[in-house]
């Protein structure tokens, strides 16, 4: 069984294009997170929500908007892509606090051409 | 405010040999420390974790870290690694009293038979 899991894996799309990347954990935990990953795999916290509620917002542009429809789900809303927007993207999960194992999705590796 | 410093981008190793990844850590607080595994094309998986106690901690797959708090160090171990042990390693800190984690910027281990 997939703990957490996002769509699509990969996601090609023109500059300018809206898009969307699901996430959902099956563990029951109450916090979910998307992190960017640069080409650089430099890795870098962009939302946190805890039972649907936002508890972190990084400096992250506001063409950027995550939702949480249930604590089992984080999808993120990206509008007018830009080429800096190319990274992967992943979807992580923890029980509550930080103190507790994240657990990561495999990750939606976006290209904006 | 929090940030991880891993001094090695990169680090070839032949296998069966012992492995040492270095992580420097900057904060004035109290922190929690973790390494986390990425294998190629995959999310990140938790290897250990510091919280409190006993300063060497034991993870999975034959790794222990030592949290040294005069040095401000995490540096993670291996007494003899596999070539199956080739992926990105990143060590992560977060302030006992906040709300997210910061993570270095890597560290690439390349096994050799």
């Known amino acids: 069984d997939t703990a957490v899991s996002q769509t699509p894996k990969y996601l090609v799309t023109q500059m300018g294009n809206d898009k969307s990347i699901k996430c959902e954990q099956n563990?029951?935990?109450?916090?979910m997170y998307w992190y960017k990953q640069d080409s650089k795999k430099f890795l870098k916290i962009m939302f946190s929500y805890n039972n649907k509620e936002l508890i972190i917002n990084e400096t992250v542009p506001n063409r950027f908007s995550p939702k949480s429809p249930d604590k089992a789900h984080l999808n993120l809303h990206i509008n007018s892509l830009e080429l800096g927007d190319s990274a992967v993207y992943f979807c992580a999960s923890s029980q509550t606090g930080l103190t507790d194992t994240q657990y990561f999705g495999p990750g939606t590796r976006l290209t904006v051409l | 405010a929090q940030s991880v410093t891993q001094l090695d981008s990169q680090v070839p190793v032949f296998e069966e040999a012992p492995v040492e990844l270095r992580c420097n850590y900057s904060s004035s607080v109290s922190v929690y420390l973790f390494w986390y595994v990425q294998y190629p094309n995959q999310g990140l998986q938790l290897l250990l974790k510091?919280?409190?106690?006993?300063?060497l901690v034991k993870g999975i797959n034959g790794f222990e870290a030592e949290f040294n708090k005069s040095q401000t160090s995490f540096h993670l171990r291996k007494p003899s690694v596999h070539i199956s042990d080739t992926a990105e390693y990143f060590c992560a800190v977060s302030e006992a009293a906040g709300n997210k984690l910061t993570f270095g910027g890597g560290t690439r281990v390349l096994v050799k038979p």
């Open positions: 563990l029951g935990h109450d916090t």
């Open positions: 510091y919280l409190s106690g006993s300063t």
